[in-house]
């Protein structure tokens, strides 16, 4: 693996994040989220990477990073559907829109596709329970979803 | 110097001695699992809650500071309705393997269970499984299902070794004790983190499954790894030691040890000299106790007593040394030397762990004893455990040299000596080693020997015996003439010797 180390535009960043606390370590989440937007996910590599920037040890690092559940320890794909599955998207059909996911790339949830493109997971209430049911597709949201819009949105994709 | 009462007691403490504390020091305890005394709080068990008057909830004792007029009840109802729920909870997800579980027998959670709950679970779903064997490191194995996150082996590894391998990962119902990823639990220490842990979820690989604590007897003993003597429980039974446990010694190890000294208890069942044995024709055969002891006379009385070299050794103890050394006068040898283990520089820190892998180099040398250093025209060396194939071809280059050893362990040496006799080791007799701050601390016998098996200074008394010399010890007598002191002056602390000038 290359280098791991922040891209100039990300140490920019970091360094103005610095300011913001009183300690390093307290800039634990938002340090964790750049090191995840440049690199995709938080290898162990970019997680020691980080405890070095922060001066703690790489397993303090991991403690937070594998309890948030957006921090991704594992590659995701291009696309990385996160299906909510809270009450009020159940209500209205979460159900069928995961399954819909699973049958078009067969894969289970928590699996990326062979061709390394798309992810699937289940995530808790987004927020967005007047639009159920709803799925965040990387950064966006995609609401009242149905059949026939879940098909329309994933031919959209390159 | 706040005052505060706790059941009833009236007691004044220190400013800033939390409520938990305060009670320790009124004689009461209070139950708990996060807590332990050497550690930063984490206040994550609430096993240790207690009812503070005037407080509107129950407080954690371990983390409130005891307060000026504080009217603590830690045994009333509320109080026992609270351990109660406290340890339901708890056990919500525990697999209560017991009958599996080698802390079964010393465990919090069972014990806990019995003096405070009582009742069965209302808990009937399913329970959350997890691993039952993760090989945590080369000492360590983790019950993943057994660990009630109370992180105080996280706390070990940050605060005391400052490694800080170990951390939870996730959250809820699914957190577990972890390394990073690719990484081991691996520290000189790691086996404190299966004393501290309040439950069986980490266990030492080399006692896992190996027997069952209750029927463990102990001793008070000390670990001869290293010049620092560290404070051990020999357990054992059945005519073997077991394990070692760390004993509490604050001015020593204060309540650690580290797992090469830990794991050194096979020493005592291994490998071991059991019977004498005397060369005939250049080779090595086992004899009677008569013959090796008229050997050895043999040997001895055709000498002047400048020929013969008495070699004590620093793995010994004080009483065995000071056997030999009584020897010498009572059959005019003065030639003193002592062999040690060498130092080893690599393995060495500024905690517990001494490159002088002796355990007694203080004792032996308090007693006059030189470093070996060899000699010229020596006939006969007489020596106790410890003394090496170096230190023998030294003596031989000078010429044909008797080698007499009171050996515990086959070993090379063994295999060169012209006289074997099968000494005890510390775990077979009392006594006593000097640790590196000049501090004698006391062992007693865990064991009986075996075979024809005798403490050093035994077979002294009987090779001087068989050269018609009046010699009559005690490991009693031994350290009151040596060392001034008597065994119930060393108490469980050991005592310092006052300085020879
Ligand atoms: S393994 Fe033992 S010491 Fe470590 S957190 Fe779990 S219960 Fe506590
Ligand atoms: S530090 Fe030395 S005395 Fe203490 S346990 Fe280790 S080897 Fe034994
Ligand atoms: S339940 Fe799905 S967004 Fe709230
Ligand atoms: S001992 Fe006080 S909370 Fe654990």
């Known amino acids: 693996m290359a280098d791991i180390k922040f891209n100039e535009a990300n140490q920019k960043k970091f360094e103005q994040l610095l300011k913001r606390y009183p ?24 997680m020691t990477y980080v405890g070095g920037l922060l001066e703690v040890p790489p397993s303090k690092v991991y403690e937070v990073a594998t309890f948030y559940t957006m921090f991704h320890l594992q590659p995701v794909g291009k696309y990385h559907f996160q299906v909510c599955r809270t009450l009020s998207c159940q209500l209205r059909g979460a159900e069928g829109i995961t399954a819909q996911l699973k049958k078009r790339f067969g894969i289970g949830i928590g699996q990326t596709s062979e061709d390394g493109r798309f992810t699937l997971t289940e995530v808790e209430c987004l927020g967005s329970c007047g639009t159920a049911p709803m799925l965040q597709l990387n950064d966006d949201y995609h609401e009242d979803l149905t059949e026939a819009k879940l098909d329309q949105l994933i031919e959209s994709l390159e | ?9 009236e007691i004044e403490v220190a400013d800033g001695t939390t409520v938990f504390e305060a009670a320790r020091q009124a004689d009461i305890s209070i139950p708990h699992f996060c807590y332990h005394p050497k550690l930063s709080i984490a206040g994550n068990c609430r096993m240790c809650l207690v009812d503070i008057e005037k407080m509107p909830k129950p407080a954690i004792s371990c983390n409130t500071v005891a307060n000026e007029g504080m009217v603590v009840n830690t045994k009333t109802e509320k109080v026992k309705e609270l351990q109660k729920s406290v340890l339901e909870f708890i056990l919500i997800n525990h697999p209560i393997d017991c009958p599996v579980c080698d802390q079964a027998g010393e465990c919090k959670l069972q014990e806990f269970y019995m003096d405070y709950t009582m009742t069965d679970s209302e808990f009937h779903e399913e329970k959350v499984k997890k691993p039952k064997k993760v090989d945590l490191g080369p000492n360590v194995m983790l019950d993943d299902e057994r660990c009630i996150l109370c992180s105080r082996c996280i706390r070990f590894c940050d605060e005391i070794t400052h490694t800080s391998e170990l951390c939870f990962s996730e959250r809820g119902d699914r957190s577990t004790l972890t390394t990073f990823p690719g990484k081991q639990l691996d520290n000189k220490y790691s086996l404190n983190t299966v004393d501290i842990c309040p439950v069986g979820a980490l266990t ?22 290293c010049a620092t003597g560290c404070n051990i429980y020999m357990d054992y039974d059945d005519g073997k030691v077991w394990r070692y446990r760390t004993r509490d010694n604050e001015s020593v190890n204060q309540c650690w040890t580290c797992d090469a000294g830990r794991l050194s208890y096979p020493l005592h069942n291994e490998k071991r000299v059991t019977r004498p044995m005397v060369r005939k024709n250049g080779v090595l055969e086992y004899s009677t106790i008569s013959d090796a002891l008229g050997e050895i006379a043999r040997a001895l009385s055709s000498l002047g007593g400048d020929e013969a070299v008495l070699v004590g050794s620093a793995q010994e103890s004080n009483e065995n040394n000071m056997a030999l050394k009584k020897f010498g006068q009572t059959c005019q040898i ?3 030397q002592y062999s040690a283990k060498p130092k080893d520089d690599a393995d060495a820190d500024n905690f517990l762990i001494k490159a002088d892998k002796n355990p007694n180099r203080a004792g032996v040398q308090h007693l006059g004893y030189q470093e070996f250093h060899g000699g010229i025209g020596v006939k006969v060396v007489l020596a106790l455990e410890g003394f090496s194939e170096t230190h023998l071809s030294q003596l031989r280059e000078e010429g044909p040299v008797a080698f007499i050893l009171l050996a515990t362990h086959l070993g090379p040496e063994t295999e060169l000596a012209d006289v074997v006799l099968p000494a005890a080791t510390f775990g077979e007799q009392e006594g006593s080693f000097t640790n590196f701050q000049n501090r004698v601390q006391k062992f007693e016998a865990a064991l009986i020997p075996q075979g024809m098996v005798l403490p050093a200074w035994k077979w002294l008394e009987k090779i001087a015996q068989e ?3 009046p010699l009559q010890l005690s490991a009693e007598a031994l350290l009151q003439e040596g060392f001034g002191l008597k065994f119930a002056d060393l108490g469980t602390e050991g005592k310092i010797l006052e300085s020879k000038n």
Do not use: N
């Not at chain 2, 110097?1 to 007691?9: S, V």
């Not at chain 2, 030492?204 to 790894?225: A, D, E, T």
């Open chain 1, 23 to 46: 300690q390093k370590r307290a800039a634990m989440l938002p340090t964790l989220w750049l090191a995840q937007e440049q690199y995709g996910w938080l290898s162990p590599e970019v």
């Open chain 2, 1 to 9: 110097m706040p005052k505060l009462t706790i059941d009833g007691k």
């Open chain 2, 204 to 225: 030492s690989k080399p006692f896992r499954f190996q027997k069952r604590v209750w029927f463990l007897k102990h001793v008070p003993s000390v670990c001869s790894g």
């Open chain 2, 334 to 336: 003065k030639d003193l």
């Open chain 2, 467 to 469: 050269l018609k010399q």
